[in-house]
């Protein structure tokens, strides 16, 4: 079968809402991208559990030091699942893992904006750059990127590749919980007068990092993620959704979103999948 004939076969069978399953039914176009979404997945998914670690300890009651363990157990689980998919289609795990494995833990400082860039070899979301120094960062983040990951994921759940698709439903549950307790102290936060003002100014923090996450609208990448069903939506779609979600939910305790301003010519040409 030439190159030509097999895409036209997957082509076809994706665009009448069929999956692909093994690597022999790929395209080398269709190939490189999913690895290319399953490797951003995978490496943020560590990346982030490493970032978490310092707050099992620091965590401000003994309940929260097991919830956050357990936000650290399930993403590394995340990532073992993620790497699992990408050692079937043929990479070498361990040695991509041990070559990133310091800069996994790499962070900048707090005060730096970096916008969209990315600046380690990994394939982190470049949020994943950005420390988590006090326990309203750990909390804006379950609430903000967390759910910005859910929001993407939901396209990976009706995706064409048959594994991921699988794959993600664990990963979108345990998600949800990290949403949850997110939005559990967001409310908590914002309703002590001593912690509102922090709960506003870390708001304003991750909201800004979490919208640069998605891309641009109308990219190139993602209109060729979407021809292959590795994506449903375009870039801004997902991004509209997201805020229209934070803006009720941070409303109804009273906490304003701040104005984010897209410098559209400095973004990537692909949106992101966090974990």
């Excluded at 399930?74 to 990408?86: I, K, N, P, Q, S």
């Amino acid at each position: 079968m030439t190159e030509k004939e097999r895409e036209e076969r997957l082509l076809q069978k994706i665009q009448t809402g069929g999956r692909i399953e093994s690597p022999d039914e790929m395209t080398e176009e269709y190939r490189q991208n999913l690895v290319h979404l399953l490797t951003m997945q995978a490496d943020s998914e560590l990346a982030g559990a490493y970032g978490y670690v310092p707050w099992i300890t620091k965590a401000p009651t003994v309940e929260e030091k097991h919830v956050v363990a357990q936000i650290v157990k399930d993403e590394v689980r995340h990532a073992v699942v993620m790497y699992g998919l990408l050692a079937d289609l043929g990479m070498d795990v361990e040695g991509h893992v041990g070559a990133h494995d310091q800069a996994f833990t790499m962070r900048i400082e707090a005060s730096a904006d970096i916008g969209t860039a990315r600046i380690t070899a990994d394939k982190r979301v470049n949020i994943f750059y950005y420390p988590i120094d006090t326990w309203a960062d750990f909390v804006f983040f379950n609430f903000c990127m967390d759910r910005g990951a859910g929001h993407q994921l939901e396209d990976v759940r009706a995706c064409s590749y048959g594994p991921w698709v699988r794959a993600i439903e664990g990963i979108f549950k345990e998600e949800k919980f990290h949403i949850r307790h997110g939005e559990h102290w967001v409310k908590r936060l914002a309703e002590d007068p001593a912690a509102r003002g922090e709960a506003q100014a870390t708001l304003n923090k991750w909201y800004i990092r979490t919208m640069n996450i998605f891309g641009r609208p109308g990219s190139p990448k993602n209109a060729l993620y979407r021809k292959l069903r590795l994506k449903l939506r375009d870039n801004d779609e997902v991004r509209q959704a997201f805020h229209t979600e934070v803006k009720e939910l941070t409303g109804a305790v009273g906490l304003t979103l701040p104005e984010w301003k897209p410098a559209w010519g400095e973004l990537p040409e692909e949106a992101h999948i966090p974990g």
